[in-house]
């Protein structure tokens, strides 16, 4: 479970990065990376390029903190999904310096302005949820759990920690509901059983609760989707949850319910009921589709299942080339820029006959023109590229990035529908749990 949270960075830049940085919280700054600057000058980096930006802001920077389940992943691996984090919601657009705390999470801090167009990064909503998705993926992705979206919603802080310490009355009221639902025969008999319990029910527009020692009244409602007074009743019926219904959606094709091992199945004759009837429906689904596409046979199917796949992964490799290549490419023009602008006065400097003393004036701006020569050197660049040619390249590869995301996301489309049909057809297969549909089927 990974918790994300972001903060302007309006205090002295340096003492922040200082703090991150600290050797005994990064095993010896071992877990320390940076992109666009270095961690030791990164205070006169991020000030070089905000001086350069007609809408700096008002913060030096942003500090982005993740932090982790104890235990549940280790430094390395943290700071691992911390640079894949980074790199994916700063589109290599902006200087970072990311720190990974041994006994904690990792620490992100980022410039407010962009080195690529030297636009101010604007923090809202949109972008917190835009970051929350992406470090929620990259948990999955790692094997490690994240937050369910919904499920605490609605949750403040302190209910949150009451509830990760057993003591919330709402996770107690909804564990008492769970727990009486196999054996109520009706919404009435349940609140009954819950008066039993000690819990006093009000009824009203809608039905409420409340635990001994408990200030107010619970509406169900507010519990969530599975404790409406409807679901509640469905689910006493044999019904399942709400919230772990498959969604429909017109055309998709859905997977089947494999009965045989469905826990909830064997309990729940109704459930078994509407799953079967459930199942009958995703069939019947899945071979108007299959149909429709010209597949034939189970052969075919792999083979459309496989060449799928193949399109999946051609198109991630050459967009993850892209966007390696935008990124090293922005980067370098960002020191070629500065080589150029400072240039003047390293020449300054070498021709100085007292260079302590210009040194002491110009310390930064000497600084920052020496790394970008390094990094040019390191390039291999005999000649500076123009400015307009730079930017005609960078472009031409954010094109490219485009059309490569849009053919990228029908694809992954696609293989989801491939991948659920298959998965259907062995149930159907191998299960034999739809014999009307099996019959027709033929194969």
Known sequence: MAVTKTHPIKSTLKAAIDYICNPDKTDGKLLVSSFGCAAETADIEFEWTRRHSI?????????????????????????????????????????FVLTTHIDKGHHLIFNAVSF????????????????????????????LSVIVPGRD??????????????????????????????????????????????????????????????????????????????????????????????????GKVSLLIDIQNNIKAQQSAGYQRWATIENLK??????????????????????????????????????????????????????????RKLKPVYDRYKASKDKEKFLRGFESEIILFEAAAREIKKAGLSKLPSAEKLKAELDGLSARKTALQAELWKIQRKEKEYDKMQKNINMLRNKNQIREVKKELDW
């Open 153 to 250: 919603k609605g949750k403040s802080y302190i209910e949150h920690q009451a509830a990760q310490n057993g003591t919330s009355y709402k996770a107690k009221l909804k564990a008492a509901i769970d727990r009486l639902i196999p054996v109520s025969s009706s919404l009435e008999d349940l609140l009954v059983r819950l008066q039993r319990e000690g819990y006093e029910i009000k009824r009203g527009k809608y039905i409420s609760a409340r635990a001994p020692n408990q200030e107010r009244f619970t509406q169900l409602k507010t519990l969530g989707a599975d404790y409406t007074e409807e679901a509640v009743t469905s689910r006493i019926a044999g019904g399942p949850r709400p919230s772990r219904q498959p969604q429909q959606r017109s």
């Open 282 to 339: 995703r069939a019947a689904a899945t071979m108007n589709f299959l149909a429709e596409h010209g597949i034939g046979s189970y052969e075919e199917l792999v083979e459309r299942c496989d060449a799928v796949s193949a399109a999946s992964i051609r198109t991630r490799e050459s967009l993850r080339d892209t966007e390696q290549r935008l990124a090293d490419l922005a980067l370098l023009g960002k020191q070629i820029d500065t080589y």
């Open 116 to 143: 690529t167009d030297h636009k101010h990064y604007h923090s809202n909503k949109r972008s917190y949820h835009e970051i929350r998705r992406a470090s929620d993926r990259l948990c999955r992705e790692h094997g």
């Open 55 to 95: 809408d700096k802001g008002t913060h030096l920077g942003r500090h982005l903190i993740q932090a982790f389940e104890p235990g549940e992943v280790s430094a390395e691996e943290a700071h691992e999904i911390g640079m894949q984090l980074a790199k994916e919601i700063l589109g290599g657009k902006y200087e």
